[in-house]
């Protein structure tokens, strides 16, 4: 596979952005994308139309970018190799999981096709990266993403972690100091009114009051929901 370009890099960043953006569901704007990606809206709106151009997306003035097929199939590819890429670094290298994203973001774009057939190979075939987050299927197909927010649990009620919705190296590291990695079991004890915090007890043992917002950000699963779902090992 021929060594990428700058811009090869560029567009490939532009359509893994869209991908993510599509499926969170919040619509994928201009400012979106500029905030998502840390540039200039001015820059963005460039790119959307050099995108457009090229027929990897669907795209009008002030409105909304929609991938084409063409354009899902590379933001797809990029995602399966990043998340891919993460899990190589923590599984393989060692890696905490709020050390990966960075690395990750240059390797996805050396990956080739039969780099990633190993990485498939070598990782047991993972159906999600070290935060939780789904590996897209090659078949550009939705991959699910089970699971709601820790602050939803019921007070009493067994669940386990599942993954997060945020990547930002101060959480994960947080998170990481009390145990509410994927995999850990959790139990909710307390809601204190008015937004105050949730207390839970990770792996039946220590107890930690959180912030509501960031038991929004934890995704668990009921314990009764547990035997056909692959959790990371962040």
Known sequence: MPGHTHFDES??????????????????ST???ASELGVAPASVSG?????????????????????????LAVGVRVLRRHR??????????GMDWDEVHADACMLEHAISARVEERLIAVLGNPKTCPHGHPIPPSDLSD???PGFPLAQLE????ARVHGVTEEVPEMLRYLGSIGLRPGADVKLLEKAPLGGPVTVRVGGERQHAISLELARMVIVLPSDSLDTVEFATA
């Open 11 to 28: 567009t490939e960043e532009y359509l893994e952005a869209i991908y993510r953006l599509e499926r969170e569901g919040s619509g994928v």
């Open 31 to 33: 400012s979106a994308l």
């Open 47 to 71: 790119m959307l139309k050099k995108l457009a151009g090229d027929g990897y997306i669907e795209h009008h003035a002030r409105g909304e970018a929609k991938l084409t097929q063409k354009g």
């Open 84 to 93: 891919l890429a993460e899990r190589l670094l923590t599984d393989i290298l």
């Open 143 to 145: 991959p699910e993403w």
């Open 155 to 158: 007070v009493g009620a067994d």
